[in-house]
């Protein structure tokens, strides 16, 4: 008997583009075709925009190819967070430190239990 649930939790997957590196590479095939008619209905030299909408398509999902074989399904994600995380953390004084040390102890001794709230 077959499973009817077979793919469910498995990213999408279409000729060797894994999960968002296949959106990426639809948004780029979608954005040259746009190109394409922008260039077109500004009566440009048709060669040439047939050229630049092939290069910039044929390169553009050549790299999302490369970089999902490179980097896998999540590899454009893990790219994101690294590049949004700062190089480096710089305190120009020593007040954050210092206020780590303020944190408040209790005051009842070992033993003893506390005796309810006060103010």
């Known amino acids: 008997m077959l499973e009817i649930n077979k793919g469910i939790g498995k ?3 279409l000729k060797g583009l894994k999960g968002n590196y296949l959106y990426l590479a639809v948004g780029i095939v979608f ?4 190109l394409a008619l ?4 500004l009566r440009a030299n048709t060669y040439l925009i ?5 290069t910039i398509t044929l390169g553009g999902v050549w790299y999302c190819m490369r ?14 967070a690294t590049h949004s995380q700062p190089k ?6 020593a007040k954050p430190f210092a206020q780590l040390r303020e944190t408040k102890r209790p005051s009842h001794r070992k033993g003893t239990a ?3 709230n006060r103010k």
Do not use: R
Request: proline fraction near 5%.
């Open 38 to 41: 922008i260039l077109y209905g």
């Open 11 to 13: 990213p999408v997957e």
């Open 31 to 34: 954005c040259s075709l746009l």
């Open 114 to 116: 506390p005796t309810g």
């Open 67 to 80: 970089m999902s074989a490179k980097h896998g399904v999540w590899g454009l994600t893990k790219q994101e």
């Open 88 to 93: 480096a953390i710089i305190f120009s004084s």
């Open 50 to 54: 047939t050229v630049v909408v092939l």
